[in-house]
């Protein structure tokens, strides 16, 4: 029986006391990164993370990588355009073949809305979408809220146009 595993594929997975929780601790976290507890430190010690960008990016590999190295995780990052997709590997054999390898978590992030839906199908580990098409890019939109958290204090009450917004689909407020 697949061990059941939890997956950030929009901000909708989040409740939103989960995201004024991750909101007060990365806040803490991001003044000091020696907040973090060892517990957690110990938890994610040697543990292995797959970076599957099909899209370049800097920002936002960068800042799992480094927060990967801070907490002790080991992560590997793919160049797609030197991997076998460049040879014609589909994007769903290509995610099963390092599935298959038991990585802790995968980090994706694909120019096609659906494609994380569909890996998360295929995954027993979890999955993180690091941005998908026009579609999401949760962890942008909880960067996003954490800095509109610290400027403010709080995010109630706070409204605005972002029906453009492909960050964060659970607080469009028009």
């Known amino acids: 029986m697949p061990k059941q595993c939890r997956h950030l594929l929009q901000t909708s ?11 007060e601790k990365a806040s803490v976290y991001a003044n000091d990164f020696n907040a973090v507890s060892s517990e957690i430190k110990e938890k994610m010690h040697n543990k292995i993370i797959v970076a599957l960008f099909f ?28 991997s076998s997709t460049s040879k014609g590997e589909t994007l769903i054999d290509t995610f099963k073949n390092i599935h298959a390898m038991q990585p802790d978590a995968i980090i994706t992030r ?8 569909k890996l998360a199908e295929f ?6 979408n690091a941005g998908s098409g026009v579609s999401a890019h949760p962890t942008q939109a909880l960067l996003d809220l ?15 146009k972002n029906r453009f917004y492909r960050r964060c689909e659970k607080f469009k407020s028009g």
Do not use: W
Request: net charge neutral; with cysteine.
């Open 55 to 82: 899209e370049n990016s800097t920002r936002t590999v960068s800042s799992f990588e480094i927060a990967s190295l801070r907490l002790g995780a080991k992560m590997v990052k793919l160049n797609m355009q030197t």
């Open 146 to 160: 954490l800095t509109l958290y610290q400027h403010f204090g709080s995010l109630e009450n706070l409204k605005g």
């Open 123 to 128: 995954s027993q580990c979890p999955l993180i």
């Open 110 to 117: 694909h120019a096609f809305s659906s494609a994380p839906f």
């Open 13 to 23: 997975d989040l409740s939103v006391d989960e995201i004024k929780l991750l909101l």
